[in-house]
């Protein structure tokens, strides 16, 4: 007999799944062999034991019963399926409907941040104390603008902003009351945390994971895919096996990255991480700082999570005129993702212009705080007038990266 939890975990899978535009609502799409749902239940139920309430899209019931049924294992008698309603707001309140008497903690969790761990999941069960709600958050690290049609009008101050995830979670009595409140009046909020929010409540954030992004789109799928390919056990079976030594390495891994860009872009040089006022501009997508690119290249290599293109190019417009410290930041975001930590870097570029020795420790500390903290090595040297550098018609670069498992 287990016993009956006081907390309950309502696993809101009931999205149509429009950006993803897979064919079938969002979380019954399949990662790898396993669907979102299954993957999000996966670590809900990896996570202490709680009342697990699946919200499913009306005629889906059936097959969110399965995945429960092969998530929960000898805990099948924690968790029920429920039919969702036409919002987010009206499922999550079919999950509140379905909550035991003993349940006094509510956490409310997406389906689709299907990679959430399961110490984020306890974290904010056990970060639940008196009328506090939480908020699981990571920090914010890209640049970010405030903007007027196609005019941007001043940067923001992300220090003061946080990116929500869930679980969110509520003493239950009040998230009740809140609920109900909002329904009654109509308004639609983004999510929980909001929702508790506006009902006079104070919202507490604890610190998230970056495995816990939201797919929405089929970049996020991939993503997802990535990562879990990354982490797959060897198979048992002996020829299999030996074909997947290079994921099954638990020792320390090598990247190698190179990245060429010619002189011709708009404005100054940027390069290593620095300005160079009064120099000539790299052309690129971004702004074409070819250092930062090939320890892009280096870092995911070693990882084995694909190149830059995959990652930043052109067919991701958001990264359109990014400097180092954004790229550097999300390839972190990336390699701890898949279990990753970034041992050292080394890059050596090949050009006649800037001269770089005398910031070169400048451009070593912006790098390694990119990499929260990473050593990194940047050497450069000219080619005695050969080749394309040593013309002045661009720079060329190549980088080696050390990575090992966390």
Do not use: C
Not at 152 to 157: F, G, S
Not at 378 to 388: E, P, Q, S, V, Y
């Amino acid at each position: 007999m287990l016993p009956v939890p006081d907390t309950a975990i309502i696993v809101v899978a009931a999205g149509s799944g429009t950006r993803l535009d897979a064919g079938a609502p969002k979380a019954f799409v399949g990662i790898d062999s396993h669907s979102i749902l299954r993957h999000a239940l996966d670590g809900v139920f990896a996570a202490a034991p709680a009342q697990v309430i699946v919200v499913a899209p009306a005629g889906f019931e059936g097959d969110a019963e399965t995945e429960l049924r092969a998530a929960a294992g000898d805990r099948i008698d924690l968790g029920s399926v429920v039919t969702g309603g036409d919002t987010r707001q009206r499922s999550v309140a079919a999950g509140l409907d379905a909550l035991w008497g003993d349940v006094t903690r509510v956490l409310v969790h997406d389906a689709a941040r299907a990679l959430t761990p399961p110490e984020v999941i306890d974290a904010v069960a056990a970060a639940i104390d008196g009328e506090i709600g939480i908020l699981p958050t990571l920090p914010v690290v890209d640049t970010l603008k405030r903007v007027d049609g196609d005019a941007v009008v001043a940067p923001i101050d992300r220090s003061k902003l946080a990116a929500a995830q869930t679980p969110q979670g509520f003493p239950r009595a009040l998230l009740e009351a809140a609920y109900e409140a909002a329904l009654s009046s109509g308004v639609e909020y983004t999510d929980d945390a909001a929702l508790y929010a506006a009902a006079g409540h104070d919202v507490r954030q604890i610190p998230g994971a970056a495995r816990g992004f939201k797919i929405t789109t089929a970049a996020d799928l991939e993503r997802a895919r990535h990562l879990l390919a990354a982490i797959a056990p060897a198979p048992a079976d002996a020829a299999d096996a030996a074909a997947a030594a290079p994921v099954a390495w638990s020792g320390p891994r090598v990247g190698l990255g190179t990245d060429v860009h010619a002189f011709g872009g708009d404005g100054d040089l940027w390069l290593a991480g620095l300005e160079w006022p009064g120099e000539p501009a790299l052309s690129g997508h971004s702004d074409g700082d070819a250092v930062a690119h090939a320890i892009v290249d280096a870092l995911l290599g070693a990882a084995g999570l694909g190149d830059i293109g995959e990652h930043f190019g052109t067919a991701h417009p958001e990264y359109a005129g990014a400097h180092a410290e954004v790229f550097l930041a999300r390839t972190r975001e990336l390699l701890e993702e898949a279990g990753f930590a970034i041992g050292n870097v080394s890059a050596q570029f090949q050009g006649n212009r800037p001269r770089f020795s005398a910031r070169r420790a400048e451009a070593e500390r912006v790098l390694s705080a990119a990499l929260g903290g990473a050593p990194v090595s940047i050497t450069a040297t000219t080619t005695d007038g050969l080749g394309f550098p040593g013309r002045g018609e661009g720079i060329a670069v190549t980088a080696v990266a050390m990575v090992h498992p966390r």
